[in-house]
């Protein structure tokens, strides 16, 4: 090719490319067909895990939820062909579309409906035991459930759009989802097939590829605010992500505690400060009060942990921190074995003693108040140390949230997070905030309350 | 609005575009008298225009005005029996229909040049009998770059004579399709096709009034759709009448018979029903099978013998395009064509032979339908324009002829008979209705 003959091309190519372009924002018919890709953390299974942002946004494309709500507040739903609160019997009725299926044809009833609704009451979840709380039962007939609730609870609906709420299948391998597990490369890549069935309607995306590797660029991707990048738009996700150190035994003593914090604390440091200090328990802006942990110096440290035999359980929504985790561990010529596990697999543990040091995480919304963050951490994170003491407490903050007074709603929060670090189980960490990055090329990719990208509308700009 | 402002423009600075008697005009006449004088002692002479090539800076539209100009004039001489053989008008060439030629007694060869100033229309005339070319005519003048440009401009006729909109109905929410038929009394009834019913109304002056409605239930697999598509048919069978409606939410379309007064559901075809043609003199429904849950058909096209009962292991199977619409145009009930739009927006026109006619370029669209061989008309496909292009395919070709404005997207067009007249339904979607509610109009002849 000439010299003359490049800038010639070149501008062609643009004009091609601005032709085909407008081509594509004026056609009339939405196009069915490309593929997004996305970068995520490799999941270790298709169990359900919303621990962190990453996996909030995966499962999000497998499991269907009973509701969403979107960012200005409105529900939506694609499993329900109509739903409503009966305030005479107190019943919520959840009437099923007909003629659902799953991602491999299997139908999708009412008994799926309420198999998936009793999972979710079953779980560790804040969010399942304030539902318990309301429920009285639930029944069902040929395509409806309905909820009965023990008192009148106008609420109930926005109580159900919760992202850990999703349609389950009886098989594992079928999927309720806009897209279904097509194709899994470990430590590569995870194809997902738009699903058939999908009850709002096929998505118009062929498949999203999820990719966990930097070896390709990704289409949509997570990561710090302002991180800014040519040809991608940020949107704020209003999510963050907390990481604490918690000691599910009781017998830890008070240095190896303090001295496990100070070591994963220089770890930070010793990578770049790649997360912020955190001094709270939710997020340093909106707690009331500051948790100031002493750190020991190195020497201390080293000389306290050295005679101990320390095994690190990581959930493995974790799994990114293990290369550079290991390597400063091992640095530090300390005899310290991490393991990384799955949710699921540390809620067996929990009756064992066999976990006595986990380092978990988190996320929060920004926008969800900051009482129901603490009830989430206590109820969540205090694993098999809740007891009768948080149990009150948290009937406490219910009540006080009806006083509409928010100065005994802050001093309440207050004395829940002392009450928690003085029991010593868990010591905040870092936070990391996200931001979602998508490229330009990809249109109409909406984004729910609780930051999640939404595909069943997207497209993706024809090369 | 802008290519009106454009017009009225042009008229106001180019003041000589707008008379009568135009040069463009002129330059006609002088060919037209040339016809005239060369057949004024014959008599019932078939004549035709059967080649034009343009090597000037008009438009083929342009050429078509030009064209449209100098048949009407020679339709109008009684020595002349002057046929209409245009098919298009593409890339600088007419496109006729040759099959005719034989029917003629003398062929019209028609060429217009420019040259530095001027423009010049050149015609011979062709004796078929003598095999000779029998005169030659040239004439030029001088056409200005604001009658040029008028000549340009995309106006095709007058829609007071054509094709206008003559019914407006707003319909709720994922209309698929209307049909009609009109009982022995000349009463008629109009289906609209909703996913989950057909409701049935009757016409009482310019309303519609609701008569029934049959509920539709569909078994899995369903495929939910974000934009769901359909097509609904009607057609008298063994003295009963017969429906078929399918749509891209389900593998198989329903068949639904008339009996008691009842439509009950009596088979399922295993692809969607778009018309029934006569074929090797037996009743066939010919359609195509939507890709689950999208917005287009899949790349083939299905024959099916109907009888009854429906076996649908006679479906016979032919291989086309990947498509966003389709139909059929008949003739007596014959197949005469099968016109789609590919999924880059490209028009297609099938013979009855299911062979390729060549494919046009510029000729583009998202939505059409066939009103028997007649008419074709099929909507834009851009999304902040939409119109819809009426096209005269008597003759087998692709004709355009009227144009009219469309407010909103129109989601299908489908043949139909309003009070007698015969047109097109046009459903369309409101950009600014919150609920998803459709405005159904309906395009006729008023004159026809």
Redesign the interface.
Known sequence: MTRQQRPAQIACSKFLTMALAVFL????????GGEIRIKLNEPTSFTLNTANYSNLVLYSLIYENFFYLQKNGALST?VFEEYRFDAGSKTLILTV?????FSN?K?LTAKNIQVSLKMFLGTNLFAASKLNKLIKNIRMTDNQVMIELLADHSDIVSMLAVPELVVFAENEQSFSGPFYPDEWEKNKHLVLKAN???????A?LDAIKVIFTDETLPDVFLSSPRSLRENFQEFDSGIYQNIYLCFLQGDVGQNTKLALYSLLKKFNEATGFKYKELHTLTADEESPVSIQIKSISTQKTASILKSSDIKLYILASLSYLEKDLTAFLKDSNLKIETLFIDDSQMMNFLNSTAITYVLIDKIFQTKIPAEEKISRILKESSFNQFNVKYLRMLGELEEVKYSNSPELLMEQIARISETIINDGFIFPLFQKNYSLYIRNECRAVDIDYFGRPLF??ASKARE | MKKGMRLLLILFLFPCAAFPQSSAESLVQEAADHVQAFFKNKTAARVAVVQFENYSELTDLAMQKVYQMLTARLENDTNIKAADLLLNFANGRGEFNKSKLNELDYLLYLKIIQNKSKTGLGMAIFSRWQDKLVSITYAEKNISAGEMEFLNVANFAFPELGFARLSEFESKKDLLDVQSITGADGSARYFFFYPDEIIIYAAREDRLEKQSAIKLKWSRPFYPALHRQGKLLIFPFNQSLVMTAGGNFSSYAQVLTLTNDQWLETAKVNFVPCKQIVFNQGLYLAGARYEEGRNYFKDRIYLLPFSDPIDNSGTVEKKTFPAYDIDFSTQEGQLQGIHLIDRNYQYHLLTADFAEKTPEVNKKGASLAASDGQWLAVSDYSRQADQLFFYDIKAGGQRPVYTGKVPGEIQFISAGTWQTVKGFWVCCRLSQDNYGRSMLQFWGKRHD
Not at chain 1, 196 to 202: D, H, W
Request: charged share 20%; net charge positive; glycine share 12%.
């Open positions: 924002v004026f056609a009339i018919k939405p196009y069915y694609n579309k007909d003629n659902l299926s044809g139908p058939p069935f999908y009850a709002g309607g096929r118009y069943q509308k």
